[in-house]
Each structure stands twice: as structure tokens, then as C-alpha cells.
């Protein structure tokens, strides 16, 4: 279980990584860098799904003892146990034991999370219900609602509706039309699902720190994308900045905001990012396209799939080679009281080169060429094989009686 979690980190890493690599790309509209978040955070989701799928493998060398006592790391009980020197870990009950508690950890903190989120959304649904509604309704017909808030926020999905603050009436034209306009960029952007199924996911792979920064990143792209929505439609960006000054002055301590689900005010980090960004006039306010929505998911899709179905398996040098009658011929010399039998992955050799005392080495292949048959042709060590390679000696163990 362990190194299920442990490659699913890693898997998921990556992806968050590039699209936290992509939102931070210059030229990007912040309609575009929150897409982009957007396709991180659900690439999580995606990297879970796909691991499900039929996997393709990624073969890489198994540690041995020797590599083990040449990195200086001391070998372990099973690997000094082990007849042919791999090293091979094995499920015990302790693991078990361990990976019985990492599930009951993990299952009581979305238990925990998502019971929390689930109040908090009660909560508000009631409340919503309960609010007054205003004489005049908004754009494309969407309910007014006013509520003993600091800030204008959005709630709702099917039939969204606009909250805003008792003393929204005493505020300028211009500032009206504003906080309107920006509501209605999240409404029609569809911010709140998005919102609500990203913090669900955040819920679900809470053990991946990154999916809550990418999350926090993305309810700031879409703060952004909606000021642009609003100077699009020809606001001005002094009076802009100057309304989200003032709607941040009444609001209080910031952390009032957070609070409601899309608000117009933010923080004071969140709330410099986004002046700055409103007062830049060479930033680019391009809005989010259908053609860009696909190619966005088809990336995000391109680059989950492969890496949801890969599976890294360590790989022994003998499953990677399969010896041949060409070894035990090259092996087999009756001139020097050698002679050798080929028997699956072993090269049994009797004899002795020095002695001529019959006995039975067990040779294990582990590379092209045996070392022991190195030891038995000092004439041709060095020489170059027909393709022209240099001969390499190759790793081996051995095994029986020593001259």
C-alpha cells in the first residue's frame, strides 16, 4: 500500500507541478491560467481513474548486494538471506498492520473534511432561502438578494442568485454596475460548481499538499478572470480598483470573505494581486473560448492517461537476458579440463583451470557474458567483438567450491 501511495504522490506531483508551470506562463489571461488550474486539479482525479486501466510497464534494474555495498548502504536481513544476491522486498504483517492504519487515518480525515464542507453548505442553502429578495432583479433575469453582508457574492447553480449587502442601494452608479458585472462573470463562468467539485477533490486526496495550493491558485485566477469580465464591458480600471478598495474597506477583516463563496473582496495578499493585475494596461483579458476548453481538457487528458496507466516494476538483469548454447560454447573448453552444461539460467562448469580437480561451479548470469568465462579466456579479454563493441566484464555470482 505504501508504494501505491508513494507512486500516486509522485504521478499526481507532476501534473500539479505543470499546471502550476503553466499558470505561471506570461501572455497567459487569467481566464486561461485558471482553466489551467482547473485541468491540475482534476488531472488528480483523472491519474486515480486511469490507474485502473490496463498498465504499461517501466522496467528499471533491481538493486543487488553489491550495488548495495558499493553505495555504502548496509545490505538488509532478506538480501544477505537471498541465495542469488537479489534483494527483494516482501509484504510482512507489520506493513500490513501499518497499511491498516494509514486507510483508518485517511478515511476519518475526509470523514472529517467533508462533513464540515457539507454543514458549511447547509448552512448558507438555508440562509439563501430565507433572504429577502430585491424590488429589481439583474441581468438575464437573475435573482437579487440582500443579505447583512459586507460584499457581493454568488450562490447557486441552476438558479443562481446575487447577494448583496444592505447598503449596496447607497453606493454609486458606477460601482453598482461593477460589483453586478462581476458576479455575473462568475455566474456565467460556471465559478461555483467549479469551486465546489474542486474543493471535493481537495477533500478526497487531502494527503497531496499541492492539489490545496493549486486549489487556492485557481479561486484567485477566477477573482481575476472576473475583473476582466468587467473591463471588457468597458469599465474603467482607476474606478475599478477604486470600488475593490472601498467593497475591501467595508468588508472589514478579510477573513470575513472566505466565509461566502465567491465574494467580490478577498484578502489583502489577493486583493494587491488583483489591483495590480486591474491597473496593468498590457494584460491580456481574453476570455475563455469552447475551442479552448476542449484543447485544454485534451491536454490535460494526453498527459494523465499515459502517466495514470504507467507502472514502474524492478527488473532483474537475468529477466532482461536469456542465455544462449553460446555461452556454454564459449565456456566449454576440454583443453583446459573444463567443461560446460547449460541449464536454464545456470551455467554448471566442472573442473579447474589450475588444478584439474573435478568439481561443480553454479554459475548465475547476470549480464551478456559470464565473469567465469573472463577467467577462463585471458587471450581474448579486450578484443572487440564483429559489431566492433568493446567487451565489457559483467556483474555475476557465483556460487560452490573455491580452488
Known amino acids: 500500500m505504501l508504494e501505491l501511495v508513494a507512486t500516486f504522490l509522485v504521478k499526481t506531483t507532476v501534473i500539479l507541478g505543470m499546471a502550476n508551470a503553466a499558470c505561471s506562463i506570461r501572455g497567459l489571461s487569467a481566464a486561461e491560467r485558471h482553466a489551467a488550474a482547473c485541468i491540475g486539479v482534476l488531472g488528480v482525479a483523472m491519474v486515480g481513474v486511469f490507474a485502473c486501466l490496463p498498465a504499461w510497464t517501466v522496467p528499471v534494474p533491481a538493486l543487488t548486494a553489491g550495488d548495495l555495498a558499493e553505495s555504502g548502504l548496509p545490505p538488509s536481513s532478506e538480501s544477505s538471506a537471498a541465495s542469488a544476491g537479489f534483494w527483494e522486498p516482501s509484504a510482512s504483517s507489520r506493513e500490513a498492520s501499518v497499511g491498516g492504519w494509514l486507510l483508518t487515518v485517511y478515511a476519518a480525515t475526509v470523514l472529517a473534511l467533508g462533513t464540515g464542507s457539507i454543514r458549511r453548505y447547509l448552512r448558507i442553502a438555508r440562509r439563501v432561502r430565507a433572504l429577502p429578495a430585491r424590488r429589481s432583479t439583474g441581468p438575464d433575469g437573475i435573482e437579487i438578494l440582500v443579505d447583512a453582508c459586507t460584499t457581493p457574492w454568488t450562490w447557486g447553480l441552476r438558479r443562481p442568485v446575487i447577494v448583496i449587502p444592505p447598503g449596496f442601494d447607497g453606493w454609486s452608479a458606477k460601482r453598482q454596475e ?35 495550493i493549486t486549489w487556492r491558485r485557481q479561486r484567485g485566477y477566477a477573482e481575476r478572470a472576473c475583473d476582466d469580465v468587467v473591463l471588457a464591458g468597458g469599465g474603467d480600471e482607476c474606478d475599478y480598483a477604486e470600488a475593490l478598495l472601498a467593497v475591501a474597506r467595508e468588508n472589514g477583516a478579510s477573513r470575513q470573505s472566505e466565509r461566502w463563496p465567491m465574494g467580490m473582496a478577498g484578502g489583502p495578499g489577493a486583493l494587491s494581486v488583483r489591483i495590480e493585475s486591474v491597473l496593468q494596461m498590457d494584460a491580456r483579458r481574453r476570455p475563455m473560448t469552447s475551442t479552448k476548453r476542449w484543447a485544454f481538457a485534451m491536454l490535460g487528458v494526453t498527459i494523465a492517461l499515459p502517466l495514470g496507466t504507467a507502472a514502474v516494476t524492478a527488473t532483474r538483469d537475468a529477466d532482461l537476458f536469456e542465455p544462449t548454447d553460446a555461452q556454454a560454447a564459449f565456456l566449454d573448453r576440454p583443453g583446459l579440463g573444463w567443461h560446460a552444461s547449460l541449464d536454464s539460467r545456470e551455467l554448471a562448469v566442472t573442473g579447474c583451470c589450475t588444478c584439474h580437480v573435478s568439481q561443480t561451479v553454479t554459475v548465475r548470469v547476470q549480464g551478456t557474458v559470464p565473469a567465469a568465462a573472463w577467467a577462463l579466456a585471458d587471450a581474448d579479454r579486450g578484443k572487440t567483438t564483429n559489431n566492433g563493441e568493446s567487451n565489457q566484464r559483467p556483474a555475476v555470482t557465483a556460487s560452490g567450491p573455491a580452488c
Open 178 to 212: 461593477a460589483a453586478i458585472a462581476h458576479e455575473m462573470g462568475h455566474i456565467r463562468r460556471r465559478d461555483w460548481v467549479i469551486d465546489l467539485v474542486s474543493e471535493w477533490l481537495c477533500i478526497i486526496f487531502w494527503f497531496q499538499p499541492l492539489i490545496w
